[in-house]
C-alpha cells in the first residue's frame, strides 16, 4: 500500500508540469511586457511610449494573466490528463473540463438560491466596458468571480480535485455497460456525464463546507510554513531539493504557489493568490513597488537562482577542474551548467553525482535550504524566475520592484561555496565521476557511472533503445502506462518481477535509473527525453 501511495504521488508530481510548463512561458512574456510598459523605461526611452510598442507590451502582459485568471481550470486538465493513461487521456481532460464547468455553476446557483451570494464590486471603465470584482466581504467569505459567475473560490486546489477526480472516473467507468434503453451513454460516453453529475452535487456541497474547511486546511498549512520564520524557509528548500529523486518536488512547491497558503493580495484592483500569481501580479503592474519578502520566501525563483544560476555551474567547475580526462568531463559540465543555468533543470547536475556520493547531494539540499533561508533574513522581495534570464528581465530589469542584487550576492557566494565544497570532496572522497580516474575500466560497475560513460558516446539509434527499453521492462504487455516529465521516462508496469534491471542499466544514452517503488521505472535522459519517448511510441505502434 505504501509503495502505490508513494507511486500515485510520484505520477501526481509529474501532471502538474504541463500546467506549470505553459505558465512559466506565458509569465516570460508577461515580464517582456512588463518592461515595456515600465514607467521608468518609457521616461528613459521615450520611443516605448509609441501606441504600437505599447499595444504589443500590453499584449504580452495579458498573455500570462490570463492562464493566471484560469489557473485552477489549467490544473484539472494537465493533472486529468498527466494521471490517466495512453488512450484514456482525452477523455480524462473533457470529463475534468465537464466537471469543472458544473462545480462552480452549481456552486453559483446555490449561492444565488440560498441567498448567500454577497454583492460585488461593479465598475465602468473605459469605453463603458463593465467589469465585476471581489470585494473583501467576498474573499474573506470565498467567493469570487469566474466566467461571469460569482461561485465559491476553490483556487487551484478545487481544480487540482476535479483533474484528480476526472481520471478516476475516467478509468473506473469508460467500459460501463448500461440497460439497452441507455446503451447510447455507455462506454466512453459515460466519464464525462457521471464526471458532471459527481461535480454538481460537489458545486453543491462545497459552497456550505469550502468556507468552513478551506479556510482551517490553509491556516493549519499556513502556520506550518510560515509560523517558523526562517527555518521553515530552510526546510522549504531543503526539502524541495531532497524530494528530486521522487519527482515528488513538483507537489511540494505548488502548494505554496499556487494556493493561499503562499498568501493572498490585491494588487491593482485584483486579487492574487499563491507566490506564482501574486509576483506575475506584480510584475503586469507598472504602479506595484512594495517590498513583499514575506510573499517572496518561498518563491522558487528566490531561492533557487542564487543555485541554479551560480551555485551549480561553480560545482560543474570543480567537477571539471579535479577531472583527469579533461575533454569528457568537459562536455558533461557543460551541458549540466548550461541546462540549469538557461533552463532551471538541474535533474543532468544531479543525477552525475546522487547516486555515486549520497553525501554530497545531501550537502547540495543542505545549500539550497540556506539560500532561501538567507534570503528571507535579509528580506529580499524578488519576482524573477530561476533561470539567468530571467535574473535579468524580471530582476535586473524590474529595478524598483525587484531586489534582485541580494539575490546575486547569495549567488556569488554559493558559486564559491559549491566550487570548493565540491572540489573538496571529490577529491577526498575519490568519487568516481566520468573522467576523474585514469581509466575507464577502473569505474565501479554500478547503474550510473555505466550510463554516464554511455552518455559521452556517439549517439546511438533511438529506435533500437526503444526495443531494450521495452524488453527490459518485460515487453510490451507488461507497461502499465508510461510518459515522460522534463528529463526522465517514467513507466509504471504491472508485474515487477518481470523487470530485468541488468538489462534496464546497460540502456544507452541513459544518465541514470531510479525506481521509487517496485511497479515505477525512471529512466533519466535529461533535456532530450521527448525523442525517447517518441521513439518508444513508434516502436509500440509498429
Known sequence: MKKKIQSYFSLLGKSFLMAVAVMSFFALLLSIGAVLKNPYFVEAMPFLGNRAIQFVAEVLNESGLIVIRFMPLVFAVSIAIGLSPKGDKELAAFSALIGYFFMISFSALTLKFFGLALEPDVLVGDN???????????????????????????????????????????????????????????????????????????????????????????????????????????????????????????????IVHFTPVGGVMEIGGEVYTGTKAITTGALSNPNFTDNISDITRLWLGQGATPIKVLGIPGACLAYYMVAKNKNKAKAIAISAAMASMFAGVTEPFEFLFMFLAPGLFLIHCVLSGLSFAILDLIGASYLGGNNVIELLVNGV????????????????????????????????????????????????????????????????????????????VGGAGNMKEYTNCISRLRIFVNDPKKINRPLLESIPDSLGLVMPSEEEIHIVFGMDVDSYRQAVDHRLES
Not at 568519487?431 to 569505474?443: F, H, K, T
Not at 554500478?446 to 527499453?469: H, L, P
Open 397 to 472: 530589469m524590474q529595478g524598483h520592484k525587484s531586489t534582485w542584487i541580494p539575490v546575486l550576492i547569495v549567488g556569488i557566494g554559493m558559486f564559491t561555496t559549491y566550487f570548493l565544497l565540491f572540489r573538496w570532496y571529490i577529491v577526498k572522497f575519490n568519487i568516481p565521476l566520468p573522467g576523474c580516474v585514469s581509466q575507464p575500466e577502473d569505474l565501479p560497475e554500478n547503474e550510473f557511472s555505466k550510463s554516464v560513460e554511455r552518455s559521452t558516446n556517439k549517439k546511438k539509434d533511438k529506435d533500437r533503445i526503444a526495443k531494450q527499453i521495452i524488453q527490459a
Open 128 to 254: 463603458h466596458i463593465l467589469s465585476v470584482g471581489q470585494t473583501l466581504e467576498m474573499r474573506k467569505a470565498m467567493q469570487t468571480m469566474v466566467l461571469g459567475l460569482q461561485t465559491i473560490d476553490t483556487g487551484v486546489l478545487g481544480g487540482i480535485i476535479v483533474g484528480m477526480s476526472a481520471s478516476a472516473i475516467t478509468k473506473r467507468f469508460k467500459n460501463q455497460k448500461l440497460p439497452m434503453i441507455f446503451s447510447f451513454y455507455q462506454g466512453k460516453h459515460f466519464p464525462p456525464i457521471m464526471t458532471g453529475l459527481v461535480f454538481m452535487l460537489v458545486g453543491i456541497l462545497v459552497t456550505f463546507v469550502w468556507p468552513v474547511l478551506g479556510n482551517s486546511i490553509y491556516a493549519t498549512a499556513g502556520f506550518v510554513v510560515s509560523g517558523t520564520g526562517v527555518i521553515g524557509s530552510f526546510l522549504f528548500g531543503f526539502i524541495e531539493r531532497l524530494l528530486i529523486p521522487t519527482g515528488l518536488h513538483h507537489v511540494w512547491y505548488s
